[in-house]
């Protein structure tokens, strides 16, 4: 029996009249290299503002910073808003409650109206889980790290990406964690971060037809200000962070923002759906402490 037209190994292959054509791939075609892509408005745009939430500290301030530095026109939320000295970032002076439905969608409203379209948009707002053994995690513990870390970033992501799927560009980048794809003794963020990697492939394959990109990146233990006060007040050790790593240090913030900036960027024009580490290989190397641990490099000469 002939196979349909269309048909292979039982998936459907749309007629050459039903395929889409994706602005960045067309671009590529042609040859117009990155400034064709970005011309057709395939992430963000001269047009468009990146929106960072949880932009006042940590991670999302490094990026806010690192990408008001490349020329991008950033706003920044928080739920305890501050400004960044001395960059060109806009600061939404509101409290944004990632967790409230109502209160994302009406401020997302609010900002398109006073700043223009969102055309990137980097889900920063999070909480580090509390290390309890399971019998004390508190319910309404679980809940705040659950409704903040994985409800807040699917709150915000579908408000911001539904915008986006109707003007048929942007980029998302959550920010997810090792711990989402790892265990440890807290048990409601790795369970939340677990979360935030899989809706990002779902959101992916949601908006991929109409332009819109979503991805996510994991950092590894990043050296922000609250790690390093944890680390100051004995509450973490700072060898047993660096040590199960393949590099052996910490992550720095700006590091994690340099891949989020890639995916947001017309240079990602292709990527979509993915999870990308920035762990200083602690993903790669935690399983060789059961054969004997890592090797040292030998002495310089």
């Given at each position: 029996?002939?196979?349909?037209a ?10 050459r009249?039903?395929i ?12 117009q ?32 910073k ?27 002076p509101?409290p ?11 401020g ?8 223009g379209?969102?055309?990137g ?6 909480v580090f889980?509390k290390?309890?053994?399971?019998e004390?995690v ?7 790290e659950?409704?903040i ?9 579908r408000s911001?990406?539904?915008r986006m799927?109707?003007?048929?560009r942007g ?25 935030v ?9 949601e ?15 990043t ?22 790593t393949?590099?052996?240090r910490?992550?720095e913030p ?11 960027s ?5 990527v ?6 920035v ?6 190397a ?16």
């Amino acid at each position: 029996m002939r196979r349909p037209a269309g048909i292979l190994q039982g998936y459907w292959l749309p007629s050459r009249g039903e395929i889409s054509h994706d602005p960045s791939l067309a671009a590529a075609k042609r040859g117009q290299g990155i400034s064709g892509m970005e011309s057709r408005g395939t992430a963000m745009t001269a047009e468009g503002i990146v929106l960072v939430t949880g932009g006042s500290r940590g991670i999302g301030a490094a990026t806010a910073k690192l990408l008001a530095g490349q020329g991008q026109r950033v706003v920044v939320t928080d739920i305890a808003p501050e400004p960044l000295a001395e960059t060109q970032t806009v600061l939404w002076p509101a409290p944004l409650d990632v967790a409230n439905e109502s209160a994302v969608v009406s401020g997302i409203a609010a900002i398109e109206a006073a700043h223009g379209p969102i055309t990137g948009l980097v889900n920063a707002a999070g909480v580090f889980g509390k290390m309890h053994p399971i019998e004390r995690v508190r319910m309404e513990q679980w809940d705040r790290e659950v409704n903040i870390d994985l409800r807040g970033t699917f709150l915000v992501a579908r408000s911001v990406g539904v915008r986006m799927a109707e003007r048929r560009r942007g980029a998302i980048v959550n920010v997810a964690s090792v711990a989402g794809m790892t265990s440890g003794p807290i048990h409601a963020y790795t369970a939340a971060k677990a979360g935030v990697i899989q809706i990002t492939q779902t959101l992916a394959a949601e908006w991929g037809r109409t332009g819109v990109r979503v991805n996510a990146v994991s950092p590894g233990f990043t050296r922000t200000a609250m790690l390093e006060a944890g680390i100051a007040s004995g509450a973490l050790n700072r060898k047993r962070l660096e040590s199960p790593t393949a590099m052996n240090r910490l992550v720095e913030p700006i590091e994690v923002a340099q891949a989020i900036a890639w995916l947001l960027s017309p240079m990602s024009s292709g990527v979509t759906g993915i999870n990308l580490p920035v762990d200083a290989g602690y993903i790669a190397a935690t399983t060789w402490a059961a054969y004997g641990g890592l090797r040292e490099p030998p002495a310089a000469q």
